[in-house]
């Protein structure tokens, strides 16, 4: 195979942020630019950088309402060790470097004075992999088997306490072992403040209801099928992985549930674990 480099790859202009900026700030941005991670810059040199995960991880820490959030700076919370690589690294071995130390960007330097010029992300890596790595492997070779689900009827407190428990970014909702809705850790970050809120707060709200036998209490707590996208677009385990990887850029997510021929789940797909193929199949 031609060899390639993080310059072919890497997406340029990549959204910034400067230390002093607040929490709601940050998260206007990558709403608006549909990112899950900002770059922070000083003297236009990177210092840190803030994923999606960090501002999960900073509200189950005790930042409840937006007007906390607003009073927290980014550099306060960013994370500062941040692994970088050059465009003239070879794209294999950066997508090495992502597996090796389980993160899931690269931020690319200007090799003459270390300024930021890009940053490279498992979508960039899921791209090349859609481009230029048709029938190198299997769905099923690089799924992963044991999927962390819950049911329609479980509560949203299940979901943000299986996402922090596990440190994943995603859970397939079932019934009768198939996948009718997934929710996202984005779905529950930056989609429902109020759900986060009432996580913190670890104490249901109630609204008192009279019905036929007499006043009952109805739980305001939402559950999973109200903040699961129903219907989640699926792959066969016998697919070429190129398709999980065409399918993830189309839809522009991060994960597939993986069925077999009955539709059942029987594991799930991530970039991630494209990043791991690259690594394992391309020469």
Do not use: W
């Not at 993080?6 to 206007?28: A, E, G, Q």
């Not at 991880?57 to 060790?81: A, F, S, Y």
């Amino acid at each position: 195979m031609t060899r390639y480099y993080v310059k072919d790859y890497m997406t340029l202009d990549p959204v910034v942020v400067h230390p002093n900026d607040s929490l709601i700030h940050v998260r206007k941005l990558m709403l608006r630019y549909n990112v899950n991670r900002v770059i922070v810059i000083e003297d236009s040199k990177p210092i840190g950088i803030f994923t999606q995960k960090d501002f999960a991880r900073v509200i189950l820490e005790g930042i409840e309402n937006e007007h906390d959030i607003d009073e927290v700076l980014v550099k306060d919370v960013m994370t500062k060790n941040i692994i970088t690589t050059y465009p003239d690294e070879s794209l294999v071995d950066a997508a090495r470097t992502m597996v090796n130390k389980a993160i899931s960007s690269l931020v690319v330097l200007d090799p003459e004075d270390e300024t930021l010029e890009g940053i490279l992300t498992k979508t960039d890596l899921c791209n090349f992999y859609k481009d230029k790595c048709a029938g190198l492997a299997l769905v099923r070779e690089f799924m992963t088997e044991n999927v962390v689900t819950v049911k329609p009827y479980h509560s949203a407190m299940k979901v943000i306490d299986l996402l922090a428990r596990y440190n994943i970014s995603r859970i397939v909702v079932v019934e009768k072992r198939k996948p009718v809705g997934i929710i996202t850790i984005r779905d529950v970050t930056f989609s429902s403040p109020f759900i986060m809120r009432e996580y913190h707060l670890r104490k249901a709200k109630y609204i008192r209801e009279r019905g036929r036998r007499g006043v009952v209490k109805v739980p305001l707590i939402p559950l999973a099928e109200d903040l699961m996208t129903p219907d989640p677009i699926t792959v066969r385990d016998n697919e070429d992985l190129v398709s999980a990887a065409r399918l993830m850029i189309h839809h522009g997510i991060s994960g597939l549930p993986v069925v077999n021929e009955k539709e059942d789940l029987v594991g799930i797909v991530t970039k991630t674990d494209i990043v791991r193929a690259i690594t394992a199949r391309v020469k």
